[in-house]
Structures are given as structure tokens and as C-alpha cells.
């Protein structure tokens, strides 16, 4: 009796799986798997990064809204978008939001999982304005009602969204208040779409909590974190009833947080150009853990320094920054160690960056 061969292992994809169906897998998987699943085949890749497509399959950082300063101009901030795509089809993004009402001015000031939170003023005085929040893929967007206004219009601080399309498609806005001189946080007010209304809260923070204009968000678990000017992490929900303060190390500069592969990290830069990378691994101990310390001169060869920091990538361990002396947005992968130049900014660039993940599925703003 004739021995029958061993059948040979199938190594290429069944072409029983049609695009349909490869998609419909891919779009159950975490999005940084999906990205590595680029390097399958040329069709793989070219199935991932179709337009088509990009509703159905968990989407990466694109890039950074920006601005740049002009003295003498009005209005003296121009908005800019850096991308920042690895490959594919780059998403377009018109930085100055063309789809929203007419107004004299739009400020960005944050973003969350694919939403832009825009301060519109109705004047060149800037003295009357309007919250609204967008979605820069649909061109939809919502006007919040009229925000509470303190005594005096000085002590608003900083405002941040709060937004996790996995959870609900509502969205949060806080507006905090601080004193006039001090510039201690007393309160907040905070927009519920879900509600369409403010709700205000009293403080319960340390009465000499200070929020630099500058600091950054990021929502987890139902709160809110922000960086304060000792520096500590504080955080407070979207009801304003459970307010916590999270100690960080002694002698750390003030710097940025960040969310990366689900872990809070801390991003600070000493002014010798000295860059130190904290994680958050276990968030119910408190215990930060330093994962990189590594100064610029380094990354860019000796030839220049990195003057900001910018961001952490919420999928991968890298960071962002700029550099003044040549006017480019850089990477470095910690893992890797590896260092890229991205793109030129626009001559007088400046702060804030936010980051923009792409948010193609619905939200309330998408709700007519």
C-alpha cells in the first residue's frame, strides 16, 4: 500500500477569507496588534490602511494640532497639523476646523479620543465666546450651553474634556475656577452631554492646588488626571464628588502626563535637556516606576537640544518633541532606540500640541 505524503502547512491566509471578513477579524483586535499585522503582506497593509476601512478598524495617533505666533497678526495665533502617519493613506486634517460656525477666533484647547474641545470667541475682544466640541472626521459638532461665569471672567482657569467612546458616547467638559491672585483652584463646573446642562462643584483638593495653563489631561477610570505646579497628579470625577490627589517623586520638574498601552506616564525635562520617563504600573499602589533618563543632545547627535516635550504615544513607547533650532517635530522609540525626525513646524510654532487619535464611530456630537 502506497504511503500518502504528509499534507504541507498552509502558510499564506485561506482565500476562503474574503476582505470582508479579514476586516471583520481585524476589527476585534487591540489596535496595536492590528497595526503589526501590517507586516503580513502588501495586501494586509493596503486592507488596513483603506479608506474604507478606517470605520471598522481601531485607529492610531495621527498627528498634533498646533499653533504658530506672528506678532501684528490678527488673529496672532495661525492653526497648524502635524502628521505624524507611519504609513498608508494620511488622514487630511484642516487645523482650522472650516466646518464650524463663523467666529472671530477658535482656540483648540484639548482633545480626547478623537474629539476637539474649541473655545469660539464672537468678537476681536475676545470678551464673549462658546464652547463647542467636534469631530474633525465627521465635521459635526455641538455648541454647549452657556458656561457659568464667575465674578470675575479672570478666574477661569484651564477647561479639558473628558471622553471614552468604549464606555458611552457622551463627553464631559471641566471648567475650573481659580482666585484672582493666588490662582488656587476653588472649584469646578462640569458639562454633561448626556444631561445638556453645568453642574458646580467646591474644590476638595488642597486649598493652595494650582493648575498651570499648560497641564495636561488625560481621562481614565471615570476621572480626570492633571498635573499641578508642585508637581502632584490630581484627579476628580465627572460627578465633581470624588476628588484624590496621587503623590509624585521629590525633585522631579514640572512636566506632562500622558496615557501609553493603558499605563499613566509622566514626561519631564530638567532644564539641562535631561529627559525622565515615569509609568504609573500599578495604579491602585501609587508607586511611580522610572523607566527611561536619557538627555537630548543624545537623540539629535550632540547638534541641537529638544526645547519641549510633547507627547507620549498612547500605543507604543515614544515620545515626542521639538526642537527650536531647527523647527522639527522628532520621535524617539524607547524600545528601539530609535530616533526620527518627522516633519518641519511652522516658523514661530508653539504650544499647546494636542494629540489627535481619529474617532470614526458615532458620538453624541454625530447625533442630530
Not at 495617533?61 to 498646533?66: E, I, K, R, S, V
Not at 528601539?336 to 516633519?343: A, D, K, L, P, T
Request: aromatic share 10%.
Amino acid at each position: 500500500m502506497e504511503e500518502k505524503s504528509p499534507k504541507k502547512l498552509q502558510t499564506d491566509p485561506p482565500a476562503s477569507l474574503t476582505d470582508d471578513l479579514i476586516v471583520e477579524i481585524l476589527s476585534r483586535l487591540p489596535v496595536r496588534l492590528v497595526h503589526r499585522c501590517r507586516c503580513v503582506s502588501k495586501t494586509w497593509r493596503d486592507l488596513i490602511s483603506h479608506p474604507d476601512h478606517r470605520k471598522k478598524l481601531p485607529q492610531t495617533l495621527a498627528g498634533f494640532f498646533y499653533g504658530s505666533y506672528h506678532s501684528g497678526h490678527v488673529p496672532r495665533i495661525s492653526r497648524h497639523f502635524a502628521d505624524v502617519s507611519a504609513a498608508g493613506p494620511h488622514l487630511p486634517v484642516d487645523a482650522s476646523l472650516p466646518f464650524l460656525p463663523k467666529y472671530s477666533n477658535v482656540d483648540q484647547l484639548d482633545t480626547c479620543n478623537g474629539l476637539v474641545l474649541c473655545r469660539c470667541y464672537k468678537t476681536p475682544s475676545e470678551n464673549e465666546f462658546d464652547y463647542i466640541v467636534c469631530n474633525p472626521v465627521t465635521q459635526r459638532w455641538l455648541e454647549l450651553p452657556p458656561h457659568p461665569t464667575p465674578d470675575e471672567p479672570d478666574c477661569i482657569s484651564i477647561v479639558r474634556l473628558a471622553f471614552n467612546p468604549a464606555v458611552s458616547s457622551h463627553f464631559h467638559v471641566f471648567q475650573f475656577e481659580e482666585t484672582d491672585k493666588e490662582m488656587h483652584i476653588t472649584g469646578v463646573n462640569i458639562y454633561s452631554s448626556q444631561r445638556g446642562a453645568w453642574n458646580h462643584r467646591d474644590s476638595v483638593w488642597d486649598a493652595r492646588t494650582v493648575l498651570p495653563f499648560t497641564t495636561r489631561s488625560v481621562f481614565l477610570n471615570g476621572m480626570l488626571h492633571l498635573i499641578t505646579a508642585e508637581p502632584a497628579l490630581v484627579t476628580v470625577d465627572t460627578e465633581g464628588k470624588s476628588w484624590g490627589t496621587i503623590h509624585m517623586p521629590h525633585s522631579l520638574y514640572f512636566g506632562f502626563i500622558g496615557l501609553s498601552r493603558g499605563f499613566l506616564h509622566y514626561v519631564t525635562m530638567t532644564p539641562d535637556s535631561k529627559i525622565s520617563i515615569l509609568c504609573l504600573e500599578d495604579y491602585d499602589s501609587k508607586e511611580w516606576v522610572l523607566k527611561l533618563t536619557v538627555r537630548t543632545e543624545e537623540l539629535f547627535g550632540g547638534t541641537e537640544q529638544a526645547d519641549s516635550m510633547i507627547a507620549i504615544h498612547p500605543y507604543g513607547d515614544i515620545i515626542f518633541l521639538s526642537s527650536r533650532d531647527t523647527g522639527t517635530l522628532a520621535s524617539y522609540d524607547i524600545r528601539r532606540q530609535e530616533f526620527h525626525r518627522i516633519c518641519n513646524l511652522e516658523e514661530g510654532f508653539t504650544g499647546p500640541y494636542l494629540p489627535y487619535v481619529p474617532l470614526f464611530t458615532k458620538s453624541v456630537v454625530d447625533v442630530d
